[in-house]
């Protein structure tokens, strides 16, 4: 069960602070959206607040799969299995056409901080003859038991639950030889309570779409691969009325992945994404697209570096390693991880080794299924 206090306890009290000041006028019933926008971008007692920090269903900034996470999440440029749908849904039109893949991970999310959240992530992926290839994805963010609080002081009068489901279609299909494009439709549902507070009209649950936009193309350099992709492009979420609608996470990756060895035993795979958020509150998603560049002073700080690495051999077993940098939200942590492959299946492990921050110490598991 999870306390606003809880958060000050941990390091987090000048943040909240900050935070707060975007949500002072919204959804009073209690602190459970600033809570969760504040452990799920994990930010520390002396960062000030993210640009992502202003939108609301931050779940869908939540990389799934460990084999990902041990390359630093950097996946945009690779995208070969059913994650392609959530990290670069153009990934699939390059895939095996007799390949149908499963993905499935549980995470438990911030355990040095909460012990009620988790994240499931499922995805499906395979290729439809005279179409291309489709594939598709669920998650489910269970935000614990909050506390419920009065609107003018901290005393506990009840609890409730929250979560978050978001489900995904995608498509991918090539324009040429080296080139493709991909898109998703996201449905999103988000239930934070179950009504506003004291005065407050309607009830704490929203509901929105959004889409991803995603280009991969095969360079002429043999074993590079470069890509672009726009995430949650959508209308605003509201909760209590349509004044008081949120943003989604809007941002753009650009990705790179290059193979420099790859032989009956032996494959080297490096990988870099570049990430930048483009939220606004004022103006629509589309506006943001171009205004979030120049609008803002520190807008390149708002920029996370990953980079990783994958050594596979004999297609059985593959070691990882990567690093992720992100100066806003004052995030920098190597990660590191291995994979095994069995015949159709493997399971993959990896570890964040960040240190003074809540992704500390943290582990995720995957599996996958080729059928």
């Known amino acids: 069960m999870t306390h606003p206090n809880n958060l000050k306890r941990a390091g987090y009290g000048m943040n909240l602070i900050d935070v707060t000041r ?35 269903v931050l779940n869908l900034l939540i990389e799934p799969g460990a084999k990902q996470a ?41 355990p040095s901080l909460v012990d009620d959240m988790y994240y499931e992530y499922l995805a499906y992926s395979q290729y439809a003859e005279g179409w291309g290839h ?18 003018v002081s901290s005393d506990i009068i009840g609890t409730f639950h929250s979560f978050e489901v978001v489900g995904s279609g995608s498509y991918g299909a090539t324009m040429t030889d080296n080139l493709s494009l991909g898109l998703s439709l996201k449905a999103i549902y988000s239930k934070l309570a179950e009504s506003g507070q004291e005065a407050e009209k309607g009830k704490g649950i929203g509901t929105s779409f959004a889409l991803d936009f995603g280009l991969m193309y095969k360079t002429a350099v043999e074993g590079l691969t470069l890509s672009t992709v726009i995430h949650n492009l959508g209308p605003k979420i509201s909760y209590i009325d349509v004044t008081q609608a949120d943003p989604l996470p809007l941002n753009v990756v650009f990705g790179a992945a290059y193979v420099p060895i790859e032989n009956e035993f032996n494959k080297v795979t490096f ?99 080729n059928f």
């Open 22 to 56: 975007f949500r002072r006028e919204k959804m009073k019933y209690c602190g459970v959206l600033i809570l969760i926008s504040a452990m799920i971008l994990g930010i520390t007692g002396q960062a000030e607040a993210t640009n992502e920090s202003q939108a609301a």
């Open 134 to 151: 489709f594939g598709f994805n669920i998650i489910y963010f269970n935000m614990g038991e909050q506390f419920r609080t009065t609107s």
């Open 271 to 369: 990988v870099l994404d570049i990430y930048k958020p483009l939220v606004r509150r004022q103006g629509s998603a589309f506006e943001a697209l171009y205004k979030a560049w120049y609008d803002e002073e520190n807008e390149f700080e708002q920029v996370d570096f990953k980079v990783g690495g994958e050594y596979v051999y004999n297609n059985f077993m593959a070691l990882r390693a990567g690093y992720s940098y992100d100066k806003d939200g004052e995030l920098q942590s190597p990660t590191f991880g291995v994979g095994i492959i069995w015949d159709k299946m493997n399971v993959d492990i990896a570890y964040y080794g960040a240190r003074d921050n809540p992704m500390q110490d943290s582990m995720r598991f995957s599996f996958g299924y």
């Open 70 to 110: 041990g390359m630093g999440e950097a996946y945009s440029a690779i995208a070969d299995d059913a994650s392609a749908g959530y990290y670069n849904p153009a990934g699939l039109a390059f895939q095996d056409r007799n390949a149908k893949n499963l993905q499935f991970m549980h995470m438990n999310w911030l």
